[in-house]
């Protein structure tokens, strides 16, 4: 059972990850992501396979929220669900800029996943936030 975390807990976020990994079995791997793709933490994916599932997992959540705001009327994407052959990917608004994205094997119960994620999210999500870029620095008038 997950509790609500206390205002200093450690900023590595994968425990959390891994006590959702815990509580679903049929979870493979998962990563936490700010919303334009940067891996936040992960937890039982190598790096290459968590920054590719980072990138993918911003690609459609973005689209996901395109799709919102011209049938909906809004930006709003609780969850993505995309079942593969032999895997089920889960993606969900985890706060401000961040994005949750959760590989799972077929046998996983889409309610249960779905649940377990949103679960987490509610007990964490201020700690889940990721602050807005600040905006480039430089000139574009550069002279040589």
Excluded: C
Excluded at 60 to 89: I, N, P, W, Y
Excluded at 94 to 110: K, Q, R
Excluded at 119 to 143: E, M, Q, Y
């Amino acid at each position: 059972m997950l509790s609500p975390v206390s205002s200093n807990t450690n900023q590595d976020l994968a425990w959390l990850l891994k006590g959702l990994a815990q509580e679903v079995p049929a979870i493979r791997g998962s990563v936490l992501l700010s919303s334009d793709g940067l891996v936040k933490a992960t937890h039982g994916l190598d790096r290459d396979s968590s920054e590719y599932l980072a990138a993918l997992a911003s690609g459609l959540f973005s689209m996901a929220r395109s799709a919102s705001d011209k049938f909906d009327g809004a930006s709003e994407v609780r969850q993505v669900v995309t079942e593969l052959k032999s895997s089920r990917l889960f993606i969900a608004w985890a706060g401000h800029n961040s994005v949750i994205a959760v590989l799972a094997g077929e046998d996983a119960d889409p309610g249960v996943v779905g649940f377990e994620m949103a679960r987490l999210i509610k007990a964490v999500r201020p700690f889940l936030h990721t602050a807005p870029r600040p905006p480039a620095t430089g000139s574009g008038d550069r002279t040589r």
